[in-house]
């Protein structure tokens, strides 16, 4: 090891005491294990930190929260797999005994042969591992993904195809559908979002986007022309739609910051109430 | 007489500081120097950190989007069913949790039977936490089992929607703390989903919003809400309105929904806001990111045009 990786280092370290201490003091009145608290808020700032010292380039401490998150995660999922799905599900409407054995309340008349179905297939999952019964783990794996696609499909088919093309059918003449004339139009206009002005303009947006959109797509014609300018149009719907989201995703990330910088302004420094 | 706050002070030092680096940065790139992406990296710790310091906020004003969902609450006859899903983990908290918070409050206070659920197994512990630590001390008449109830975590994603669409004791026999569910009251006459006012997920990942859509509120015409991470939310959009009544999208959604709320009830008007707190560090920083893609832009056609040139 380098010395100047080893002055890092052991300022690193020192620094981390030093805070645990004053962390410690700190809490002494609100925690009977106040030092505990105070390693544990102190590392939790330290792992924060060195998350985001990646923004300055790659480095150990990253490296080593990054592999903590990833080993801590896959273990807490595994854990809480186990308990919430085996135990908690599959154990209370298998058997009494069982269940007695986990202290958990056996749930009597809902016993069923073909719960034992996902045992076999767990089973048969974890012959995955075996070189020479792998090839055991394709068939609950197949049934996995086909009854995944087969709840999917449905589910996708009304909500995501006909209820959204039901959707873009909307009144292009009054807000909802009761189009009473010009006269009527003209002596209730409104600027409100909730005017029937606004709202015909926000219908006539979703009517334009959609059939320009869908023109952009359409590959079997030249964009020339009328065709080519509403295809242009579709274009530009679909790059506002995508800054949308990018703006979106931009707040969510600040968002996030946010939650980490105020952890380490509140609880770790306390500088903030 | 002019009176400054702290919060207006910090305000205008930030804008200072801001503007001033920023003019220095645009000056810099006139000149052809390199800027270090690590300085744009210190631009936005500093508009996300100053308006923490100083509690900067800004008013929000609930957009139609969000007002619906309010609307909807508010106008519920009271002790009506309201089933409220917190399917997010800590590192989507700060962004949804302040949502979980208000909706909590807006629905206790209006008197419905509230329902507190989770399907994501780091949800349990959060939904303890809000309503425990955020929600429960500001309402301490309210009764377990009869005002609200806790049925926690339960595994199964997908799975556990499409059999609660249709039998709700069948995956939740018990609540979070053992109790059959047979035995409390808010569940008398509740057979499946469909016997609830009002559904509400809050979450941004998978199983979420969109998987309440797509197994329970949507095949059972359901009215659902939703409130979502920022990521997700240009996803909801096109099921507003016909298959959602309303959208939180990331904390903008949020604050604006507390802002309603705080207005509107005057014992809430001094609460914590994390919503409209965080909007402080959002609305800066994008000013900032707007800063630098203009300065971008500026630097790239000043290029073009003098390559055009020679």
């Given at each position: 090891?380098?010395?100047?990786?080893?002055?890092?280092?052991?300022?690193?370290?020192?620094?981390?005491?030093?805070?645990?201490?004053?962390?410690?003091?700190?809490?002494?009145?609100?925690?009977?294990?106040?030092?505990?608290?105070?390693?544990?808020?102190?590392f939790s700032a330290f792992l924060t930190l060195s998350i985001m010292s990646f923004l300055y380039k790659d480095n150990p401490f990253y490296k080593?929260?990054?592999?903590?998150?990833?080993?801590?995660?896959?273990?807490?999922?595994?854990?809480?797999?186990?308990?919430?799905?085996?135990?908690?599900?599959?154990?209370?409407?298998?058997?009494?005994?069982?269940?007695?054995?986990?202290?958990?309340?056996?749930?009597?008349?809902?016993?069923?042969?073909?719960?034992?179905?996902?045992?076999?297939?767990?089973?048969?999952?974890?012959?995955?591992?075996?070189?020479?019964?792998?090839?055991?783990?394709?068939?609950?794996?197949?049934?996995?993904?086909?009854?995944?696609?087969?709840?999917?499909?449905?589910?996708?088919?009304?909500?995501?195809?006909?209820?959204?093309?039901?959707?873009?059918?909307?009144?292009?003449?009054?807000?909802?559908?009761?189009?009473?004339?010009?006269?009527?139009?003209?002596?209730?206009?409104?600027?409100?979002?909730?005017?029937?002005?606004?709202m015909m303009l926000s219908n006539w947006v979703i009517f334009l986007g959609v059939f320009c959109g869908l023109i952009y797509f359409f590959f079997?014609?030249?964009?020339?022309?009328?065709?080519?300018?509403?295809?242009?149009?579709?274009?530009?719907?679909?790059?506002?739609?995508?800054?949308?989201?990018?703006?979106?995703?931009?707040?969510?990330?600040?968002?996030?910051?946010?939650?980490?910088?105020?952890?380490?302004?509140?609880?770790?420094?306390?500088?903030?109430? | 007489?002019?009176?400054?706050?702290?919060?207006?002070?910090?305000?205008?030092?930030?804008?200072?500081?801001?503007?001033?680096?920023?003019?220095?940065?645009?000056?810099?790139?006139?000149?052809?120097?390199?800027?270090?992406?690590?300085?744009?990296?210190?631009?936005?710790?500093?508009?996300?950190?100053?308006?923490?310091?100083?509690?900067?906020?800004?008013?929000?004003?609930?957009?139609?989007?969000?007002?619906?969902?309010?609307?909807?609450?508010?106008?519920?006859?009271?002790?009506?069913?309201?089933?409220?899903?917190?399917?997010?983990?800590?590192?989507?908290?700060?962004?949804?949790?302040?949502?979980?918070?208000?909706?909590?409050?807006?629905?206790?206070?209006?008197?419905?039977?509230?329902?507190?659920?989770?399907?994501?197994?780091?949800?349990?512990?959060?939904?303890?936490?809000?309503?425990?630590?955020?929600?429960?001390?500001?309402?301490?008449?309210?009764?377990?089992?009869?005002?609200?109830?806790?049925?926690?975590?339960?595994?199964?994603?997908?799975?556990?929607?499409?059999?609660?669409?249709?039998?709700?004791?069948?995956?939740?026999?018990?609540?979070?703390?053992?109790?059959?569910?047979?035995?409390?009251?808010?569940?008398?006459?509740?057979?499946?989903?469909?016997?609830?006012?009002?559904?509400?997920?809050?979450?941004?990942?998978?199983?979420?919003?969109?998987?309440?859509?797509?197994?329970?509120?949507?095949?059972?015409?359901?009215?659902?809400?939703?409130?979502?991470?920022?990521?997700?939310?240009?996803?909801?959009?096109?099921?507003?309105?016909?298959?959602?009544?309303?959208?939180?999208?990331?904390?903008?959604?949020?604050?604006?929904?507390?802002?309603?709320?705080?207005?509107?009830?005057?014992?809430?008007?001094?609460?914590?806001?994390?919503?409209?707190?965080?909007?402080?560090?959002?609305?800066?920083?994008?000013?900032?990111?707007?800063?630098?893609?203009?300065?971008?832009?500026?630097?790239?056609?000043?290029?073009?045009?003098?390559?055009?040139?020679?």
């Amino acid at each position: 090891m380098r010395k100047s990786s080893l002055m890092v280092l052991a300022t690193v370290a020192t620094l981390f005491i030093v805070s645990w201490i004053f962390k410690g003091i700190a809490l002494e009145d609100i925690y009977e294990s106040n030092y505990l608290q105070g390693f544990l808020l102190t590392f939790s700032a330290f792992l924060t930190l060195s998350i985001m010292s990646f923004l300055y380039k790659d480095n150990p401490f990253y490296k080593f929260s990054e592999h903590l998150f990833v080993g801590v995660s896959a273990a807490y999922a595994m854990v809480v797999g186990f308990w919430t799905t085996i135990v908690g599900n599959l154990v209370p409407r298998l058997s009494e005994s069982l269940s007695n054995f986990f202290q958990i309340p056996y749930q009597e008349g809902t016993y069923n042969f073909f719960y034992y179905l996902p045992v076999i297939f767990g089973l048969m999952l974890l012959m995955r591992l075996s070189k020479k019964h792998g090839w055991m783990s394709r068939i609950p794996l197949a049934f996995i993904i086909g009854t995944t696609a087969g709840l999917n499909f449905i589910g996708y088919l009304r909500s995501d195809f006909t209820n959204q093309i039901a959707a873009t059918f909307i009144p292009l003449l009054g807000a909802a559908g009761e189009w009473k004339g010009i006269g009527d139009f003209f002596s209730n206009l409104s600027l409100s979002a909730g005017g029937q002005l606004v709202m015909m303009l926000s219908n006539w947006v979703i009517f334009l986007g959609v059939f320009c959109g869908l023109i952009y797509f359409f590959f079997s014609r030249e964009h020339t022309g009328l065709f080519g300018k509403a295809s242009r149009v579709g274009i530009w719907i679909l790059m506002i739609t995508f800054g949308a989201s990018f703006g979106y995703t931009v707040m969510g990330r600040i968002s996030l910051l946010v939650g980490r910088i105020t952890f380490l302004f509140k609880d770790w420094l306390g500088i903030i109430s | 007489m002019l009176l400054l706050t702290f919060s207006d002070i910090g305000l205008i030092v930030t804008l200072v500081i801001i503007a001033a680096g920023l003019g220095l940065i645009l000056k810099l790139a006139l000149k052809g120097k390199e800027i270090d992406r690590r300085i744009i990296f210190i631009f936005i710790f500093f508009s996300v950190a100053s308006p923490i310091i100083f509690q900067i906020k800004f008013s929000e004003k609930a957009t139609a989007v969000v007002k619906s969902i309010y609307d909807k609450i508010d106008n519920l006859p009271e002790g009506s069913k309201i089933l409220i899903s917190f399917d997010f983990d800590p590192a989507m908290a700060p962004e949804v949790q302040p949502m979980a918070i208000v909706l909590g409050r807006h629905a206790l206070i209006k008197g419905h039977e509230v329902v507190f659920m989770s399907l994501w197994t780091t949800g349990q512990s959060l939904l303890t936490e809000i309503i425990n630590e955020y929600i429960l001390p500001d309402f301490p008449e309210k009764q377990e089992f009869i005002d609200y109830v806790t049925l926690g975590f339960k595994a199964g994603n997908e799975g556990v929607l499409k059999v609660i669409a249709t039998d709700f004791k069948k995956m939740f026999p018990v609540d979070n703390n053992g109790r059959p569910l047979d035995s409390i009251p808010i569940f008398d006459g509740v057979k499946s989903c469909s016997d609830f006012d009002l559904v509400i997920s809050i979450g941004g990942g998978k199983p979420g919003p969109k998987e309440w859509i797509l197994f329970v509120t949507d095949p059972s015409n359901i009215p659902m809400a939703v409130g979502v991470a920022a990521v997700i939310a240009p996803q909801m959009y096109p099921y507003y309105p016909a298959q959602v009544l309303g959208i939180m999208g990331g904390v903008k959604g949020a604050a604006e929904y507390e802002s309603e709320f705080i207005g509107n009830y005057e014992r809430f008007k001094d609460m914590k806001t994390p919503g409209l707190l965080t909007m402080g560090p959002q609305t800066l920083a994008h000013t900032v990111i707007m800063a630098f893609i203009i300065i971008g832009n500026i630097i790239y056609f000043r290029k073009r045009k003098k390559e055009a040139k020679s």
